[in-house]
């Protein structure tokens, strides 16, 4: 009796050429039958089955002139006046004055020298 093929008998690495000239071979027959065995297709140009017809619609090109609206006003924010206090001996006399003022911070800073003399 004939002994079978196992993978102990087998050895893969002798085999692999042989496997894939097997593989290569009954892959080209198949594909060259196939290319063979299919009939001859003709090949035309598409033709639509229905008429196509283009549709337009007419535009009127007059154009009107769009007023732009007015800009929009502007926030007001309310500003509280802000008081001006005499500053004591004791806090820095060199406080910078409000805008516009120029004068009134070296008059605080004049004075504040008087007040350290009167109080010794």
């Known amino acids: 009796m004939r002994e079978h093929r196992t993978v102990e008998n087998v050895d893969l690495e002798q085999e692999y ?9 009954i892959t080209l027959v198949l594909l060259i039958g196939m290319f063979l065995g299919v009939r001859g297709l003709e090949v ?3 033709h639509p089955s229905s008429e196509f017809e283009v549709m337009s619609e007419e535009v009127d ?6 007023e732009e ?3 929009p ?9 802000a008081t001006t206090e005499e500053p004591n001996a004791d806090e820095n006399a060199t406080e910078e004055a409000p805008a516009g003022d120029e004068g009134t911070a070296t008059e605080a800073t004049e004075e504040a020298p008087a007040d350290d003399a009167a109080t010794e």
């Open 73 to 81: 006003p502007k926030p007001k924010v309310e500003v509280e006046e």
């Open 61 to 66: 090109l007059v154009t009107t002139e769009v």
């Open 44 to 46: 035309s140009p598409y």
């Open 69 to 71: 609206p007015p800009p």
């Open 17 to 25: 050429p042989r496997n894939m000239q097997l593989g290569i071979t």
